[in-house]
């Protein structure tokens, strides 16, 4: 039996990444950005979750219909995008707030399991955000990235595989805590830990490497993909960035849809939800 392995899609603009340093010029292309990620599910017969930004479905509530009624799931990916590092309690529950109002606007009263924190940001600075998600119903986020490489995100030493996540210390787990964490896994070659299967790194690493240690993944458990639209389409706007920024936020874009192809040819996939047992 093939191992089942989780597809996020985080569904917002390409300006909001952190990289662009908070430019938000008013082109918008979500909806034609993540029709060509639908389009390829469809052909694979694949489902996935969407992390959706609340203001991407205030401006265009046709595209949360049609992820919807294709029977992907429905996410949260934060109402305006903001790492939880900018925010406070009282706003993160704010941002919750108008992303559950938006949704019911569009759908109707529907259930919102799992929560994705913009730029990996939840930590042991923002673990506040825990009880925010219980107290709105949330069942699991799917926020920790277990390496620190880089400098905006990382939570050295947290596990690598689904876990009840202590509301005292993100990397504990705690079979008593009402929510599940997804964290990010990364390929373990002896005490390194690459990550490989998600946003520049998928870019960045040649497919055969890709595969290889994907399915190296895949002989010890599943693993979590996620992949934002704006990565896929070739009309992403390009900005005057810093190196590094520019090398991160832009490397491999013509290629990464086709990579993304790839993997759905070769792996299986479902939803995060169905993964974790909570349909
Ligand atoms: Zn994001």
């Known amino acids: 039996m093939p191992v089942i392995n989780a597809l996020a899609i ?25 029709q060509q990620v639908l389009d390829l599910l469809d052909r694979y017969q694949t489902k996935g979750t969407f992390f959706i930004v609340g203001e991407v479905a205030e401006r265009h509530p046709d595209l949360v219909r049609s992820i919807f009624e294709r029977g992907h799931e429905i996410g949260c990916h934060g109402f305006s995008h903001h790492p939880l590092w900018k925010l406070s309690e009282d706003l993160f529950r704010e941002e919750l707030k108008r992303f559950h109002s938006t949704v019911e606007g569009i759908l109707g009263k529907v259930s919102i399991k799992g929560f994705r924190a913009p730029s990996f940001s939840l930590d042991n600075r923002t673990k506040w955000a825990l009880k925010v998600l219980i107290d709105y119903g949330y069942q699991y986020d799917a ?28 990397r504990k787990e705690d079979p008593h805590s009402p929510l599940m964490e997804f964290p990010f896994c990364p390929l373990k ?42 990565e896929g389409y070739d009309r992403t706007p390009r900005f005057k960035l810093p190196l590094f920024n520019r090398v991160i936020s832009y490397y491999g874009i013509s290629s990464a849809l086709k990579k993304f192809e790839f993997l759905l040819k070769h792996f299986k996939f479902a939803r995060m939800d169905q993964i974790l047992g909570l349909t």
Do not use: C
Request: glycine share 10%.
């Open 10 to 34: 985080d569904t917002e603009e390409w300006f909001h990444s952190e990289l662009l340093g908070g430019q938000r010029p008013p082109i918008f292309q979500a909806p034609e950005a993540t």
């Open 143 to 170: 926020s920790i990235f277990p390496v620190k490489l880089n400098p905006l995100y990382g939570v050295s030493g947290a596990p690598m595989q689904p876990y009840r996540i202590s509301l005292e210390d993100v």
């Open 189 to 230: 070659i002896g005490r390194l830990k690459i990550p490989i299967s998600g946003g520049f790194y998928l870019r960045a690493l040649p497919l055969p490497f890709l595969m290889w240690g994907l399915r190296k993944i895949n002989r010890g458990q599943p693993f979590l993909v996620y992949f934002h639209p704006w």
